[in-house]
């Protein structure tokens, strides 16, 4: 079936540091890609997603893109924030109807 | 534009009592999904509506568990009676049609259930 899997966390970070969160994808057929975050106190936000191999998805400094010969869409941002410290959520989704499948998060923390 | 919404923001109850979930979703909207996250472990999916008609329940944990759109417009999930293990945290979430290129769920903050 389909799963996705996340490198655990917490990650600490110091500002200005540079960030990857792996993230490797088991699917039939050709899934859609997304990133999401969680805020603290805040719902699920799309940040990013890729929909076919090769493509790169990219929103507020981050940047993922869709491997499909590795079956991954690891996350990165060059210089983080502190204002970035959430919880970073990767899932997929077959295309039928919308229904998502997600890692378990990973806990970014940055310290100034 | 007003986002999801769900209601209530936080819930605690006692193992046995039943509790009601309510989700409004984006208006227009037709897709209306509700997932758990437990103890800090994946966000998974437990059904998904269109408009009224319960497109996917193959997420759904057990029988304790009944979700309804009355309308096609809100959405409510209620447990009854509530156990332990089902503390957590619920996400409501709803989206156009689902197209590959413009697909996108917009979610609610979620209703954080704890059950003593």
């Known amino acids: 079936g389909n799963s996705v899997t996340q490198m655990e966390g917490p990650v600490t970070l110091s500002e200005e540091a540079f960030l990857t969160i792996n993230c490797t994808y088991t699917?039939?057929?050709?899934?859609?890609l997304f990133w999401y975050v969680q805020y603290p106190g805040e719902g699920l936000q799309l940040l990013l997603k890729?929909?076919?191999?090769?493509d790169k998805g990219s929103n507020k400094g981050f940047e993922a893109t869709y491997r499909k010969e590795t079956t991954s869409f690891h996350l990165e941002k060059g210089s983080v924030q502190v204002s970035d410290s959430a919880v970073y959520f990767c899932a997929l989704s077959n295309n039928q109807g919308g229904k998502l499948i997600f890692g378990q998060g990973t806990e970014l923390s940055v310290k100034p | 534009e007003a986002g999801v919404t769900q209601f209530p923001s936080h819930s605690v109850i006692e193992k046995g009592q039943t509790v009601t979930l309510r989700c409004d979703p984006i208006?227009?909207?037709?897709?209306l999904y509700w997932y758990r996250r437990v103890m800090g472990k994946e966000i998974k999916f437990l059904l998904h509506?269109?408009?009224?008609?319960?497109?996917?329940e193959s997420g759904m944990p057990n029988n304790r568990f009944l979700a309804e759109r009355t309308g096609g417009t809100y959405s409510t999930l209620k447990v009854q009676p509530a156990e332990l293990e089902d503390s957590g945290v619920y996400f409501c979430?709803?989206?156009?049609?689902?197209?590959?290129?413009?697909?996108?769920?917009?979610f609610g903050q979620g209703t954080r259930l704890t059950v003593v």
């Open positions: 979430a709803s989206s156009q049609d689902w197209v590959r290129g413009r697909a996108e769920a917009f």
């Open positions: 208006s227009g909207h037709d897709n």
């Open positions: 699917a039939t057929g050709y899934p859609s």
């Open positions: 509506f269109v408009k009224e008609s319960k497109q996917d």
């Open positions: 890729a929909t076919k191999a090769d």
